[in-house]
């Protein structure tokens, strides 16, 4: 069975501190691998990454995959408080279509 | 540009009811999924649909059955509802040929049992 497991489940940072979110993944036929934020209700998509050791960056965010040790990390630094969410890992997997594999989520909380 | 929509936001119904949610795609986007997310998990797939047919389904009884119209919006129908069917449904969309999975989400609607 697919599986994907992100950890730690939950995190309190002070605004400022720099954080890493692990993804790691137990998949059949992988195609890429998908970051996304919840805040509310909507996730909306941040990254996909489909290549080994490619850093993919946004301003302060940053992730990057490891498809020889199944694992991804998102990074945020100098955290906001507007970074306060949920961050999804997602796998994409190719049984002919597309569907996504989620982890239980990486609860955030960047306090003032 | 129109993001994925759903309907209703919030919905509160008894157990053994029926449920019809509603989601119209990003425009331009040929593909529908449908994901639960109970409280403090993941989104789980249920189903997806492409040129009005189903194309596969994820862990979930046949209570739970779906349809996309030509207009490629679509709907999630759950018959005689449980409890446990409390959860936020979410609805994804995306563009077949373009198979880079990137689904964007809809807000979801809030669906509790009681």
């Known amino acids: 069975e697919d599986k994907v497991v992100q950890s730690p489940l939950s995190l309190v940072v002070h605004e400022g501190d720099t954080v890493t979110l692990n993804c790691s993944y137990e998949v059949t036929n992988f195609r890429s691998l998908l970051w996304y934020k919840q805040e509310k209700k909507a996730p909306t998509f941040l990254f996909m990454l489909?290549?080994?050791?490619i850093e993919k960056k946004s301003g302060r965010l940053s992730s990057i995959l490891d498809k020889k040790e199944l694992f991804s990390i998102l990074n945020i630094t100098a955290t906001q408080t507007g970074d306060s969410a949920v961050y999804l890992c997602a796998v994409a997997v190719n049984t002919g279509f597309q569907k996504l594999v989620f982890g239980t989520g990486t609860r955030l909380l960047v306090s003032p | 540009d129109a993001g994925v929509t759903q309907s209703p936001t919030h919905l509160i119904k008894t157990r053994g009811q029926q449920v019809t949610l509603r989601c119209s795609p990003k425009s331009g986007h040929d593909t529908v999924s449908w994901y639960q997310q109970a409280l403090g998990q993941g989104p789980q797939f249920i189903f997806q649909?492409?040129?009005?047919?189903?194309?596969q389904r994820g862990n979930f009884p046949d209570r739970f059955s779906g349809h996309q119209f030509p207009n490629y919006s679509s709907e999630l129908n759950v018959n005689a509802l449980l409890l446990g069917d409390s959860a936020l449904y979410l609805c994804?969309?995306?563009?077949?040929?373009?198979?880079?999975?990137?689904?964007?989400f809809g807000p979801g609607t809030r669906l509790t049992v009681t």
């Open positions: 489909t290549s080994s050791g």
């Open positions: 649909y492409y040129e009005e047919e189903e194309r």
């Open positions: 994804a969309s995306s563009l077949e040929e373009h198979a880079r999975y990137e689904q964007y």
